[in-house]
């Protein structure tokens, strides 16, 4: 019987095919692929962050919205930062792993939210 993959999987298989494409072998192709997954794992954000306010008690509810809101703000500046820090580099390889560590940004909170709303669904008994 074939296993079907979680989303995280397909996200991350599909980072790799686009990576292993000839024409991304270059900087400009791989940054997109970098771009395309993040924009992936930000809907897996948006989609357990729903999914965990809709099941979560009031005050569950009143604290992840603070750590939300606390780790949209140290997302906006770890993205600050190493776009200036990888901007000042001078080969074109750095800005592959600025994007990639963007990328990795979003794919560990995506990560988090999906495991807290699998721990939160577990049933108790």
Not at 19 to 33: D, S
Not at 51 to 72: C, G, H, S, Y
Request: hydrophobic letters at 40%; glycine letters at 2%.
């Amino acid at each position: 019987m074939a296993q079907t993959l979680s989303v995280s999987d397909a996200i991350d298989d599909e980072l790799e095919e686009c990576r292993a494409q000839p024409e991304n072998k270059a900087p400009e192709g791989a940054i997109l692929c970098e771009y395309n997954a993040r924009i992936a794992w930000e809907k897996e954000i948006d989609k357990y962050y729903k999914l965990l306010m809709n099941i979560l008690k009031p005050d569950e509810k009143r604290d992840l919205k603070i750590a939300q809101r606390d780790w949209v703000v140290y997302r906006d500046n770890e993205m600050l930062f190493a776009g200036t820090l990888y901007k000042n580099k001078k080969s074109k390889s750095w800005l592959v792993i600025h994007a990639v560590r963007l990328t990795n940004i979003f794919r560990n909170r995506a990560l988090e939210l999906e495991e807290y709303y699998e721990m939160a669904t577990l049933d108790a008994d």
